[in-house]
T-cell receptor
């Protein structure tokens, strides 16, 4: 069956450090992979999209990598700030043309 | 980016009653909208795809007679939870695509927290 796995344990890092979140998937051949941010009690907000033929994408302090051989995406936030604390979701478009989400990883950035 | 508005943001109702949730695209037209449900500490689960002018497409295991979806215009989709029960209590979120033909990002509403007593 298709699975999208993100580390369910919260990631705690110190302000200023780089946060790295992992998204692994099985039984997918996604053409696109997306990352969203979700704050408690709010809807997700789109952050970045990366295509299957792209290795890396950057946007300000965010960087996403996509390894279709390993079936993995890494999401990096450099120079983390307390305001970056949230749950980060990866999502895949599969052949069914539906966006399916992982369970998300909660990031907590402390001073 | 595009704005999707959802209303109400929270609602409490008695068991057996029906609740309607509205999802509006404020500054763009959406022929397709998606309805998700999210239980605490779980991921978003796609319930159905709402299509303007035609019937919604429901995911496996989602009762179409219980979760009525109407997409009457290019800017409005509604989800009605009929005969709600406590197990229907959840966070319901709608979204609409950015306009890219396929694979584009989704713009989400703020979500509607439903509590059924």
């Amino acid at each position: 069956s298709q699975k999208i796995e993100q580390n369910s344990e919260a990631l705690n890092i110190q302000e200023g450090k780089t946060a790295t979140l992992t998204c692994n998937y099985t039984n997918y051949s996604p053409a696109y992979l997306q990352w969203y941010r979700q704050d408690p009690g709010r809807g997700p907000v789109f952050l970045l999209l990366i295509r299957e033929n792209e290795k890396e994408k950057r946007k300000e302090r965010l960087k996403v990598t996509f390894d279709t051989t390993l079936k993995q995406s890494l999401f990096h936030i450099t120079a983390s700030q307390p305001a970056d604390s949230a749950t980060y979701l990866c999502a895949l478009y599969g052949t069914a043309s539906k966006l399916t989400f992982g369970t998300g990883t909660r990031l907590q950035v402390t001073l | 980016g595009a704005v999707v508005s959802q209303h109400p943001s929270w609602v409490i109702c008695k068991s057996g009653t029906s609740v309607k949730i509205e999802c509006r695209s404020l500054d763009f037209q959406a022929t397709t909208m998606f309805w998700y449900r999210q239980f605490p500490k779980q991921s978003l689960m796609l319930m159905a795809t709402s299509n303007e002018g035609s019937k919604a497409t429901y995911e496996q295991g989602v009762e179409k007679d219980k979760f009525l979806i109407n997409h009457a215009s290019l800017t409005l989709s509604t989800l009605t939870v009929t005969s709600a029960h406590p197990e229907d209590s959840s966070f319901y979120i709608c979204s609409a695509p950015s306009g890219r033909a396929w694979g584009g990002e989704l713009f989400f509403g703020e979500g509607s927290r439903l509590t059924v007593l």
